[in-house]
T-cell receptor, first 113, second 115 residues
């Protein structure tokens, strides 16, 4: 069965370190998204991609970057981790850019000390 | 700018009773509306969506939602709640007409079904 997987599921890091969260999907979806989930905020969009070599900033993109070198993967990089980036991060993909459902990964819980 | 509001952080309902989880939205133009559910330590799962057509939308696990344009609401409902329905529910909106083709989520409502 097709799926979307995130790694690591849990990570603790220190302020100032670079961190990369991996996202891999086997749905063959062109559209991929990164969200962060925080209490009181719901899910907020960080970055998204509509295809290979396409990346776009979302609502809360400062301090994050993504790259899309193939259809399956959209890694999220925190260039210099900050305590404000402690959160649960979700990757998602969709077939339809506009009206289709999102398929979510299980999430990556990041703690920045 | 588009937005979604879920006015209740927590909803408690007895098993077997009907449940409602509320959602209101604000968009320019016609909205695309979604409901997702999140079980503990899991990603979100799609429940149902409204794009056009019948205002009453049926989805997974016996859930349905009613689109009300005059009240700008999209409440999630189920006739008879199960303990297994206990989870975090998110309403979301996509306003493609402004070029924002991405989902904006509400803050979530935690549903607890009491045995």
């Amino acid at each position: 069965d097709a799926e979307i997987t995130q790694s690591p599921r849990h990570k603790i890091t220190e302020t100032g370190r670079q961190v990369t969260l991996a996202c891999h999907q086997t749905w063959n979806h062109n559209n991929m998204f990164w969200y962060r989930q925080d209490l009181g905020h719901g899910l907020r969009l960080i970055h998204y991609s509509y295809g290979v070599q396409d990346t776009n900033k979302g609502e809360v993109s400062d301090g994050y970057s993504v790259s899309r070198s193939n259809t399956e993967d959209l890694p999220l990089t925190l260039e210099s981790a900050a305590s404000s980036q402690t959160s649960v991060y979700f990757c998602a993909s969709s077939e339809d850019r506009v009206g289709g459902e999102l398929f979510f990964g299980e999430g990556s819980r990041l703690t920045v000390l | 700018a588009q937005s979604v509001a879920q006015p209740e952080d927590q909803v408690n309902v007895a098993e077997g009773n009907p449940l409602t989880v509320k959602c209101t939205y604000s968009v320019s133009g016609n909205p695309y509306l979604f409901w997702y559910v999140q079980y503990p330590n899991r990603g979100l799962q799609f429940l149902l969506k409204y794009i056009t057509g019948d205002n009453l939308v049926k989805g997974s696990y016996g859930f349905e939602a009613e689109f009300n344009k005059s009240q700008t609401s999209f409440h999630l409902k189920k006739p008879s709640a199960l303990v297994s329905d206990s989870a975090l529910y998110f309403c979301a909106v996509r306003d493609f007409q402004t070029g924002a083709n991405n989902l904006f989520f509400g803050t979530g409502t935690r549903l607890t079904v009491i045995p």
